[in-house]
């Protein structure tokens, strides 16, 4: 099993940045695609980005695309998403998931997942 705890949500204005970590502990962290998703209040939780097995491949939603970037740091165990240009519907739980793949082509980014952190709050004032 692996285990992820995610930090560095906050409160910040619009057009501004956050960089959120999700710190990852347990098995081999390199055999896992991750992904970051989030859940706004009174919405189901939606898929934001996805990356592959030692970062070989990304995958975005629509919505962030050009704003976010997703990426890995094998040697530290963590996932990190990079927020510039945060808008007031950005605001969310940011979850990190984790599955564990044999290839390093990312298929499937939006899920399912296997494993799950709890969430970090991320809100946009405008």
């Known amino acids: 099993q692996v285990q992820l705890v995610e930090s560095g949500g906050g409160l910040v204005q619009a057009g501004g940045s956050l960089r959120l970590s999700c710190a990852a502990s347990g098995r081999t962290f390199s055999r896992y695609a991750m992904g970051w998703f989030r859940q706004a209040p009174g919405k189901e939780r939606e898929f934001v980005a996805a990356?592959?097995?030692?970062?070989?491949?990304?995958y975005y939603a629509d919505s962030v695309k050009g704003r976010f970037t997703i990426s890995l740091a094998n040697a530290k165990n963590t996932l990190y998403l990079q927020m510039n240009s945060l808008k007031p519907e950005d605001t969310a739980v940011y979850y990190c998931?984790?599955?564990?793949?044999?290839?390093?082509?990312?298929?499937?980014?939006?899920?399912?997942?296997?494993?799950w952190g709890q969430g970090t709050q991320v809100t946009v004032s405008s």
């Open positions: 998931a984790a599955k564990e793949v044999s290839s390093t082509v990312l298929t499937a980014g939006k899920g399912p997942y296997d494993y």
């Open positions: 990356i592959s097995r030692i970062g070989v491949g990304t």
